[in-house]
């Protein structure tokens, strides 16, 4: 994988294509990235106690790191 944690990267495909972001964690076993803020799914939480109840969890699931591409960001020289 070229991509590591913390790079900021560029989303090719998807739902999320053309969003931006940072690498929040890189399973290069699976060949997964977390970017933070894309692929943003709702998962349903069952109540753990009776007096608790339900609720809705926006989670960021990993992609496929060949759908992200890293960004770069060149530095401008100031002309004198």
């Not at 070229?2 to 495909?13: A, E, F, P, Q, T």
């Not at 339900?54 to 960001?73: A, C, D, F, L, W």
């Amino acid at each position: 994988m070229k991509v590591k944690k913390g790079d900021n990267v560029i989303v090719l495909v998807g739902k999320d294509k053309g969003k931006s972001g940072k690498i929040l964690t890189a399973l290069p076993s699976k060949n997964l990235v977390v970017v933070e803020g894309i692929n943003i799914v709702k998962k349903h939480q069952k109540s753990r106690k009776s007096d608790q109840k339900g609720q809705i969890i926006e989670r960021t699931m990993p992609i496929h790191v060949s759908n992200v591409k890293i960004s770069v960001n060149k530095k401008k020289k100031a002309k004198k």
